[in-house]
């Protein structure tokens, strides 16, 4: 089966960049996309598609990037608000099979 | 505005069976692919299955197929998850979510509802 590999945690202290990374050998053909998801297993929120692609409404904070077979979350400024559960997402080498990372749990010093 | 609305979770044995429901509003469902993902309390997101707009294509996860059936009624802006055989791993809160991208190019999930719990357990 495919994965997608994420470190179990991030810490960062506020005003500060987080850099949350994903790797998994798909993703040099396929897109990388990163949600969030607040504590108490809310509804997870779409902040990146298409690697580096932003939906409307999603502060210009956070941004994607993508080089080889890793996808970046990087969120700048960050603020006592991000702390959050942060996926990866993407698919299997077909495209037809979505996967997610384990998640990194991004804290707030 | 879009709205995702899951209902139909609650407590069965194992073995049995639950039918997830998942209430569209603010988009025409049958425009969209729709999937169902799961987490399992204290754990991380798996993606369970999705179907095309007229329900006829459908892809499911290893670890369901046989088991769980997604399937849809477009006249009544719902979307279902059929689970039987259900056992302890399969607890958890299940997500519906509208899918965008294409199959084999970034399918990806832009909504989601809130969850419904599942737990199964004797």
């Known amino acids: 089966s495919y994965e997608l590999t994420q470190a179990p945690s991030v810490s960062v202290s506020p005003g500060q960049t987080a850099r949350i990374t994903c790797s998994g050998d798909?993703?040099?053909?396929?897109?990388g996309f990163w949600y969030q998801q607040k504590p108490g297993q809310e509804a997870p929120i779409l902040l990146i598609?298409?690697?580096?692609e932003r939906p409307s409404g999603v502060p210009e904070r956070y941004s994607g990037s993508s080089s080889g077979t890793t996808v970046t979350l990087t969120i700048s400024g960050v603020q006592a608000a991000d702390e959050a559960d942060y996926y990866c997402q993407s698919a299997d080498i077909s495209g037809s099979y979505p996967v997610f990372g384990g998640g990194t749990k991004l804290t707030v010093l | 505005q879009v709205q995702l609305v899951e209902s139909g979770g609650g407590l069965v044995k194992p073995g049995g069976s639950l039918r997830l429901s998942c209430a569209a509003s603010g988009f025409t469902l049958s425009d969209y692919y729709m999937s169902w993902i799961r987490q399992a309390p204290g754990k991380g997101l798996e993606w369970v299955a999705y179907n095309s707009g007229s329900g006829t294509t459908i892809y499911s996860a290893v670890s369901v197929r046989g088991r769980f059936t997604i399937s849809r009624a477009n006249a009544l802006n719902s979307l279902y998850l059929q689970m039987n055989d259900l056992t302890a791993e399969d607890t958890g809160v299940y997500f519906c979510?509208?899918?965008?991208?294409?199959?084999?190019?970034?399918?990806?999930?832009?909504?989601w509802g809130q969850g419904t719990l599942v737990t199964v357990s004797s």
């Open positions: 598609y298409k690697d580096t």
């Open positions: 979510a509208r899918v965008l991208g294409s199959v084999g190019n970034g399918v990806h999930f832009d909504q």
């Open positions: 798909a993703l040099s053909k396929q897109f």
